[in-house]
């Protein structure tokens, strides 16, 4: 409804229904990083508030959500109060609105319109997560979210795992007080990565790279933090103490060479003298923002000398001085013309929508991903309908919701049976994944397959996904130890395969079979929830893949960072007559990698159990290799068999915890006076 034509008594009961849906989508989007609507869908409720707000004055209350930044507090980290709010911009979604934010801003300072002595600094909008550094003769002491603007919650000990964060600032002179505002995110690069680790590990994948800086900024454990590949960009000061700032130019200058990160090694920073300029600049990020490392969701525009911005000021909850032109999202409507379902490598099923080709942002979309069947419920989905599909992380394309729906259309129900193989397909436990447990399902096998040659895995670079599909079809490659046995002969009188390509082929396969690492080959073997990592500790325990298939569950346990849904699944594996004798069969054919026997500096440490928290002053990993040298066991959490807790600077929950199990906790330097000092 146009708010210009609405009534007041209309207007009162909208306004209600909007504050109980911003609430709500505010609420998902801050405390459980899983937001149901696009920022464009949040943005366009919240102008109708404003709207009918300014339509209606008297019935603007304090409650409303356009009173405050939106940014709730979640419990359990320590508050901490702003020494200056921590606001937000007002946002823009087109061209025109750069141009009457030009004009309102000459206006205030009684300038002409077609004056062109402002200086805008143009940069781009992160699309992350608020934070404020504190640093306080340049050594950073505290580190806040934004929290509701006014409060924030205090995560220093989650962002000194940030390596990219100085923890003194690299100059002679630091200013007495320095509030450095920027943006946490993940690079695009990195957040594939650690979607396939999640995937690895079992867990749901994240939606995009700002949901996942998000939750990780809100992990109490920071070791888990300190796992995730966070990135700092800071573009405000908060409050400035002993340090004269004359622009914002300046100051991304200066940050840049206190150790500060800034994005200007990748030339998005411009200064601009006229609204054309700002539009031109604008739309040419827009153009080329797929080729930025990080992901950003708009341009920001600021009056770049400092003075002005004083004078200019704030106007409620924005300053006057800036405001965010938001990139329209790369979304489109099209038709949902079926689904289908895909196998993965552990047996999971996707519901896939098969969509009529539509371009989204400047790519043709033809199918999306629905992740799993409860997503399907929850937004009602059907074949036959129109659909809103977008790119989410500009990646995964994927369904938003049903627009419009023919007047008959059948939801879908699971399928009983898998798509592949016909066998019956299980939902275990807690999980909301069904899945194909045939072994011998040629989707899993097939996928099996690609894994064990990936890049990560035997990195057979010349054996790639589609000859994978090729040679299975053909039933030259059935099972991994097949890749091994693979003749000249075999390949000669394929099409599309000349000679070169073969010699490629096999070259390839005698390299990685020559050179495999054993933790690599435990990966590629493909066992639920042993990822690169697991198979590290795997191979440095067992040595060999003779020994891991002989290990008990016990054993498997007491390592460090195993729990028992990993060893269950290994044991499991195992206890699988094909697959151990496929394993055999690869051990006969020579691909038998072992690890030397390491030889401990003493034993003096042996049988102990040790958890490091903090910021120690060695170093984490170092102060790690220390204590196995001797004989110790290191582990990621604390439990009633730890021996020490080995803390330094803001150790968190870890130390507490240890303290009320009643378990010694230690600096390192008077761990190692004690213990080791006269050993070396
Ligand atoms: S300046 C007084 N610059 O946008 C406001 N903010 O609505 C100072 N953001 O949550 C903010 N990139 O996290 C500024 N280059 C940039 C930004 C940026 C992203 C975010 C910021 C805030 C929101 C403001």
Redesign the pocket.
Known sequence: MKTSNITKSQAKTRISALKKQILHHDKLYYQDADPEITDYEYDTLFKELQNLEALYPELLNEDSPTQRVSEMVKDGFIKKEHRQAM???Q?TYNTEEITEFDKRTKKFLGLEEDDSSITYFC????DGL?LELIYEDGVLTSALT?GDGKIGEEVLTNVKTIKSIPLKLNTKKPPKLLEV?G?VLILKKDFKKLNEKQDEAGENPFANPRNAAAGTMRQLDSSITAKRPLKFYG??PGVVEGLDIKAQSDFLDYLQSIGIPTAKQYKVYVKCQSPEEIIKYYKNIEKTKKNLPFEIDGV?I?VDETNLQTELGFIARN?RW?A?AKFKPEQAETLLKDIHYQVGRTGVVTPVAILEPVKVGGVTISNATLHNFSEIEKKDVRPGDTVLVHRAGEVIPEVIKMVKRPKTSKAITPPINCPECSSKLVREGEEIAIRCINPFCSAVVKERLKHFVSRKALNIDKLGDKQIERFFDLKLIQNYSDIFKLKKEDLNDLERFGEKSVDNLITSIKKAKEGVSLDKLIFALGIRFVGERTGETLAEKFRNLKNLMNATSEEIEKLDDIGPKVATSLIEAFSNKEFKKEIKELIKIGLNPKLEEKKNTSNKLEGLKFVLTGTLTIGRDEATQILKSHGAKVSGSVSKNTDYVIAGENAGSKAAKAESLNIPIKSWEDFYLEFLSSLN
């Open positions: 606001l937000s911009l946002n940069e781009p909008k992160f608020a934004r505002r943006e573009y405000a920001v600021k300053p800036a965010a």
